[in-house]
């Protein structure tokens, strides 16, 4: 499968266009930004399209994947940006999740959000330029985006990504490690569930089974969530369990 090298190339294959149309659907839907006049004076953010194809076990191709990113680099420190934060969750952090469902035979359970990083709102007014190969047909040649919400490849999607997850979190009465701020807890009656968010994949180990299932109709209210099951690979690792705990294998 050749991958686009350019958005020319990428407009006129039907496989490809298909992606791109619906990845504009999905921005547009989301509210990502709103068309205003140009404005002299202000710099703006570039994007471009990224394409990757996805495969299966079997190096089967499962799908294609088109995706609109900012350009960070064309982004300023201070106009643009001030604070970057990335919500990776750190070897010790899976460790402890690892742990307490090893020794406490509890199950692992995967969630994982879809275009995570674009639901965090920007706090900060930043323009970017149109998305390459679309906007210009209709008559926008002299319009601009005004991002309303985090964009792939900012500085600050990161950041405004967790913030938000952060406050949701808390508000369903969750309590932030303040030594690992990508582990969750909550404690109730005896019954605690754990969960670690590693960028927009979220692990989930508990003895409390309702609240996992309070806690996922929760997140499906506020995002466009999977729900794969139970744990099977994070990271790149493969999970499985037997008799004697957890088995851990990298895939390659």
């Not at 953010?45 to 076990?57: G, P, S």
């Not at 965090?120 to 930043?126: A, D, R």
């Not at 210009?136 to 950041?159: A, D, F, N, V």
């Not at 997140?219 to 008799?243: A, H, Q, T, W």
């Amino acid at each position: 499968m050749v991958i686009p090298n350019n958005v020319q190339e990428a407009l006129v294959d039907p496989k490809w266009k298909v992606v791109m149309d619906e990845e504009m659907k999905s921005l547009q839907e989301n509210k990502t930004w709103e068309l205003v006049d140009c404005l002299t004076g202000k710099k703006l953010v570039v994007c471009q399209w990224i394409y990757t194809v996805k495969y299966k076990a079997g190096k089967t191709i499962e799908r294609y994947k088109a995706r609109l990113v900012a350009k960070g680099y064309t982004q300023t420190y201070k106009i643009d940006y001030t604070k970057t934060f990335a919500p990776v969750a750190k070897i010790n952090t899976i460790r402890v999740l690892l742990f307490l469902a090893t020794n406490l035979d509890w199950p692992l359970h995967q969630f994982d959000v879809k275009n995570a990083f674009l639901l965090g709102e920007l706090s900060k007014e930043i323009y970017m330029d149109l998305p390459p190969g679309y906007m210009i047909q209709k008559g926008h040649s002299q319009k601009m985006c005004r991002l309303k919400k985090s964009l792939y490849g900012m500085k600050q999607s990161s950041k405004t990504w967790l913030g938000r997850f952060t406050k949701l979190m808390k508000t369903f009465g969750y309590y932030q490690s303040n030594s690992y701020h990508t582990l969750f807890l909550k404690k109730k009656h005896g019954k605690i569930v754990v969960l670690i968010v590693y960028v927009d994949d979220m692990v989930v180990t508990r003895n409390d089974v309702e609240e996992r299932k309070a806690l996922r109709d929760y997140l499906c209210g506020e995002f466009e969530m999977k729900d794969p099951g139970p744990l099977k690979y994070f990271l790149r690792i493969e999970v499985s369990r037997s008799n004697v705990g957890i088995l851990l294998s990298q895939r390659k």
